[in-house]
């Protein structure tokens, strides 16, 4: 059975699985480990109840929108305290509130945003303004 | 009827995830199988059509006439409609994958009052078309990020352009509006144009719905009904260096789009989507237009046993000459009359 024009199907169909496949060679059939965020910063260490403003899985998967809404509230509705569900209040605040506990950051956010592949001074866009803490290592 | 039939595939698509995920908790086979099963049907299938498209040959040019042939020297020829060497079919080529060529001349037909016909511009399936097929590119560019340790340096860019609007967080993407609506228009234009329903398939609807789907539920794991991202990632990654893990507490909705994905990978290279790779191969744009430039030989022609002039005239010389009859080529001389070799 003859495939006409074989030698740009041939070259074609390299491409196409060359292209389809690049997951596979890009990473050489290695898999960075998923990170492991640590807590144990002076701070969290003294708290008697380990606890965010939310449950971890919430925070997990929704503390960018917890923070742009806190953004939003500070700077344009000049509301600052944040009350959570348990009735606790906190103040709105990343380098004053978030900070204070998660003192690390390069552990507590960068970690995981390398892993998932934001870059790291723009997306997200937190510390284009804001200072993050001095870390001791 | 069409799209009843296809709409009741994709909700029954959704259903079986959903109910294999949360009341059988089939993660593994949803997570790995699925996924290795779909790829590997793509990639073979798509091989297998072309492949089997090329065992047909395509002896004769088939010209289409959109642009002035090459002619006289003094006649302007259209060099990318109507291409004579390679280079140019190149073009249109490029021009066809990249722009749409092609839809770009689609007219609308109308009868108006009486026998009076109009062909109307018609660009907005045009226009549809390329949103679509550029805003999914640049979404499948972007699921990279799932699937590699360092991002590779042509994604961040795109990322951020894509996200440049810096509405929210995480932040809207262009592309997954554009997706949306583009496959939106693209489906109610075959429900409210009554020819186009008319000629509809379920083959027509269910990739839009199918797309369509994929797109609602992207748009839901990123915005809305939020998964890990950790974990999604740490599956990826774990499925393309072939060491698979399924992660616990990956919400069921990742799994309806991952499951749905597959479904358009596998169903890809066996339906009208395989045009992707049939583009390249239609006659019509990848022939030169040089019929009278180059002898193109049948290539099913089997050798026909053939008796020139010559070799007729080589049997019979001798009878002709007897007979008076002309003949290219005398006889030798030895045989020839006194008069004959004389002249």
């Given at each position: 059975?003859?495939?006409?024009?074989?030698?740009?199907?041939?070259?074609?169909?390299?491409?196409?699985?060359?292209?389809?496949?690049?997951?596979?060679?890009?990473?050489?059939?290695?898999?960075?480990?998923?990170?492991?965020?640590?807590?144990?910063?002076?701070?969290?260490?003294?708290?008697?109840?380990?606890?965010?403003?939310?449950?971890?899985?919430?925070?997990?998967?929704?503390?960018?929108?917890i923070l742009n809404d806190w953004r939003t509230q500070v700077v344009r509705n000049g509301k600052r305290m944040y009350v959570a569900a348990d009735?606790?209040?906190?103040?709105?605040?990343?380098?004053?509130?978030?900070?204070?506990?998660?003192?690390?950051?390069?552990?507590?956010?960068?970690?995981?945003?390398?892993?998932?592949?934001?870059?790291?001074?723009?997306?997200?866009?937190?510390?284009?303004?804001?200072?993050?803490?001095?870390?001791?290592? | 009827?069409?799209?009843?039939?296809?709409?009741?595939?994709?909700?029954?698509?959704?259903?079986?995830?959903?109910?294999?995920?949360?009341?059988?908790?089939?993660?593994?086979?949803?997570?790995?199988?699925?996924?290795?099963?779909?790829?590997?049907?793509?990639?073979?299938g798509v091989v297998y059509k072309v492949l089997k498209w090329r065992r047909s040959p395509v002896p004769f040019r088939i010209a289409t006439t959109?642009?002035?042939?090459?002619?006289?020297?003094?006649?302007?020829?259209?060099?990318?409609?109507?291409?004579?060497?390679?280079?140019?079919?190149?073009?249109?080529?490029?021009?066809?994958?990249?722009?749409?060529?092609?839809?770009?001349?689609?007219?609308?037909?109308?009868?108006?009052?009486?026998?009076?016909?109009?062909?109307?511009?018609?660009?907005?399936?045009?226009?549809?078309?390329?949103?679509?097929?550029?805003?999914?590119?640049?979404?499948?560019?972007?699921?990279?990020?799932?699937?590699?340790?360092?991002?590779?340096?042509?994604?961040?860019?795109?990322?951020?352009?894509?996200?440049?609007?810096?509405?929210?967080?995480?932040?809207?993407?262009?592309?997954?509006?554009?997706?949306?609506?583009?496959?939106?228009?693209?489906?109610?234009?075959?429900?409210?144009?009554?020819?186009?329903?008319?000629?509809?398939?379920?083959?027509?609807?269910?990739?839009?719905?199918?797309?369509?789907?994929?797109?609602?539920?992207?748009?839901?794991?990123?915005?809305?009904?939020?998964?890990?991202?950790?974990?999604?990632?740490?599956?990826?990654?774990?499925?393309?260096?072939?060491?698979?893990?399924?992660?616990?507490?990956?919400?069921?909705?990742?799994?309806?789009?991952?499951?749905?994905?597959?479904?358009?990978?596998?169903?890809?290279?066996?339906?009208?989507?395989?045009?992707?790779?049939?583009?390249?191969?239609?006659?019509?744009?990848?022939?030169?237009?040089?019929?009278?430039?180059?002898?193109?030989?049948?290539?099913?022609?089997?050798?026909?046993?053939?008796?020139?002039?010559?070799?007729?005239?080589?049997?019979?010389?001798?009878?002709?000459?007897?007979?008076?009859?002309?003949?290219?080529?005398?006889?030798?001389?030895e045989a020839t009359t006194p008069q004959a070799g004389k002249e």
């Amino acid at each position: 059975m003859k495939i006409y024009d074989g030698k740009y199907i041939l070259i074609g169909l390299l491409v196409f699985v060359g292209v389809i496949t690049f997951p596979i060679w890009f990473n050489l059939g290695k898999a960075a480990p998923p990170p492991e965020p640590k807590l144990d910063t002076p701070v969290i260490m003294q708290m008697a109840q380990k606890q965010c403003v939310l449950p971890r899985e919430e925070m997990r998967t929704g503390h960018m929108q917890i923070l742009n809404d806190w953004r939003t509230q500070v700077v344009r509705n000049g509301k600052r305290m944040y009350v959570a569900a348990d009735g606790k209040t906190y103040e709105m605040s990343l380098q004053n509130e978030c900070m204070r506990c998660h003192s690390n950051k390069t552990q507590f956010c960068d970690q995981c945003h390398t892993y998932a592949g934001l870059k790291l001074d723009s997306t997200p866009y937190c510390w284009t303004c804001h200072v993050p803490p001095k870390e001791t290592k | 009827m069409g799209i009843r039939f296809s709409l009741a595939a994709v909700v029954a698509l959704v259903l079986a995830v959903f109910l294999g995920i949360k009341a059988a908790g089939l993660t593994y086979f949803f997570g790995v199988c699925v996924p290795y099963a779909a790829i590997l049907a793509f990639v073979g299938g798509v091989v297998y059509k072309v492949l089997k498209w090329r065992r047909s040959p395509v002896p004769f040019r088939i010209a289409t006439t959109a642009g002035q042939q090459k002619s006289l020297p003094w006649i302007k020829q259209d060099r990318l409609e109507n291409p004579v060497t390679k280079k140019e079919v190149v073009g249109r080529m490029l021009l066809e994958v990249f722009l749409f060529r092609s839809l770009f001349r689609n007219t609308k037909f109308q009868m108006d009052q009486g026998p009076k016909l109009y062909y109307q511009w018609e660009k907005w399936l045009w226009l549809a078309g390329l949103l679509f097929h550029y805003a999914f590119f640049i979404i499948l560019v972007r699921h990279l990020r799932f699937f590699t340790n360092s991002l590779p340096f042509f994604v961040e860019p795109l990322e951020r352009l894509d996200g440049f609007l810096q509405v929210g967080l995480p932040g809207v993407y262009i592309t997954d509006a554009l997706f949306i609506v583009a496959v939106t228009y693209l489906f109610i234009r075959r429900i409210v144009i009554p020819q186009m329903r008319y000629m509809s398939l379920p083959a027509d609807y269910f990739p839009l719905l199918l797309l369509l789907t994929i797109g609602v539920t992207g748009i839901m794991t990123r915005y809305f009904t939020k998964v890990d991202l950790l974990k999604v990632k740490q599956l990826a990654m774990s499925l393309v260096t072939f060491n698979p893990i399924v992660p616990e507490g990956i919400g069921v909705i990742f799994f309806i789009h991952l499951f749905l994905v597959s479904i358009l990978l596998a169903y890809f290279p066996f339906s009208k989507l395989m045009h992707a790779g049939g583009v390249f191969l239609s006659p019509t744009r990848n022939q030169p237009n040089d019929s009278r430039i180059v002898r193109h030989i049948n290539p099913w022609n089997y050798p026909v046993k053939v008796h020139t002039y010559a070799e007729y005239e080589d049997h019979f010389r001798e009878k002709m000459v007897e007979a008076g009859l002309p003949v290219e080529k005398e006889l030798p001389a030895e045989a020839t009359t006194p008069q004959a070799g004389k002249e």
